[in-house]
């Protein structure tokens, strides 16, 4: 049977239309394009990604190759300043380094600290909180348990608790970029108790539906029941906490670094390059710390404004 190619073009394009047209009428769309203050702060996280992504390509200095800093270009004010320099429009830091540079790459590992200790803390959570729910009796116990007593202390303890242990146990063994690693495991470590206490309350009321039942019936088994079938049903929260939580993993960072139990300044994230500019900032070198410190706030602020507006986008009450 032979099918005529003007009515698969048709066809096609009449797919085409009516997909463009369910985008068009999307309710999660019409409220995020309706919402101007969303847009933008869509557009500025959209923009420190993609500039932090880039930054090897845009960056105009290097801040990492030692080769290309001169102490002697140390200290350098903004460029409309008297004393400043065109080649650094930000000025330069304690080691002449570019300060837009350094914020570029800075924003860089911010961001990647960020999104990984966000994967591994929403792994580790929703994992748990699917086996609490699921299977309830001593496992949900001990798990929540393990998560009221991790509550009882803020994250940034946890974390500065954790990244201590790390240190100490990696001691000499501990290679270059090792800092790094380390973040991400105590930051994620500190924030997947909100996934797991969430996921397990959705989980308690999914696992008693006709779909559930009738997934038993035919034979599949538990995890494959949890992770196949209830796990989709409970990614919506579970996205939401995950954008408000990026911006907190964020912040975590960027305070663990100024501590100075983050990034070692050879490396430095916002949050080092924030602890070293207050070193100077009585000085009247502001310029070393404010704008970091401007590129952090604007990323943290950004980030919660689309959390927030994501929250109340899929909760089917204010809907």
């Known amino acids: 049977m032979e099918i005529d190619a003007g009515d698969e073009d048709g066809s096609a394009a009449a797919d085409d239309t009516g997909f463009l047209a369910r985008v068009r009428d999307n309710d999660l769309l019409h409220s995020f394009l309706r919402n101007r203050l969303v847009v933008v702060a869509a557009a500025v996280t959209l923009t420190f990604v993609l500039l932090s992504v880039l930054a090897p390509w845009i960056a ?19 460029a409309w300043e008297q004393g400043g320099d065109p080649r650094f429009l930000l000025g330069t830091d304690d080691q002449g380094r570019d300060i837009l540079s350094t914020i570029l790459f800075g924003a860089r590992i911010s961001i990647a600290i960020g999104i990984l200790s966000v994967l591994l803390a929403m792994g580790i959570g929703v994992s748990l909180g699917l086996i609490a729910g699921y299977f309830g009796g001593p496992a949900d116990t001990v798990i929540m348990r393990i998560a009221d007593v991790q509550l009882t202390f803020p994250a940034i303890l946890t974390a500065l608790l954790i990244d201590g242990v790390a240190r100490v146990m990696l001691g000499a063994h501990q290679s270059a970029g090792g800092e790094f690693w380390i973040l991400v495991v105590a930051i994620g470590l500190s924030y997947w108790v909100q996934y797991a206490r969430t996921v397990r309350g ?24 949890m992770f196949a079938q209830v796990l989709p049903n409970v990614m919506s929260p579970v996205l939401v906490i ?12 960027a305070t663990l670094s100024f501590l100075g139990v983050g990034l070692p300044p050879t490396e430095p994230s916002l949050g080092t390059l924030i602890r070293i500019g207050n070193n100077f900032l ?38």
């Open 242 to 253: 995950a954008t408000i939580n990026l911006a907190l993993a964020v912040l975590t960072e």
């Open 202 to 225: 959705v989980t308690l009321v999914e696992r008693n539906k006709e779909y559930v039942q009738a997934a038993r019936l035919i034979g599949l088994g538990p995890f494959k029941i």
């Open 282 to 319: 009585m000085s009247g070198e502001y310029w070393i710390v404010i704008f970091p410190g401007i590129a952090l706030a604007a990323l943290v602020l950004a980030v919660n404004l689309v959390g927030d507006w994501l929250r109340d986008a899929l909760n089917p009450k204010l809907r």
């Open 60 to 78: 105009p200095h290097d801040p990492y190759d030692v080769r290309t800093l001169s102490l002697l270009d140390s200290h350098t004010p903004p």
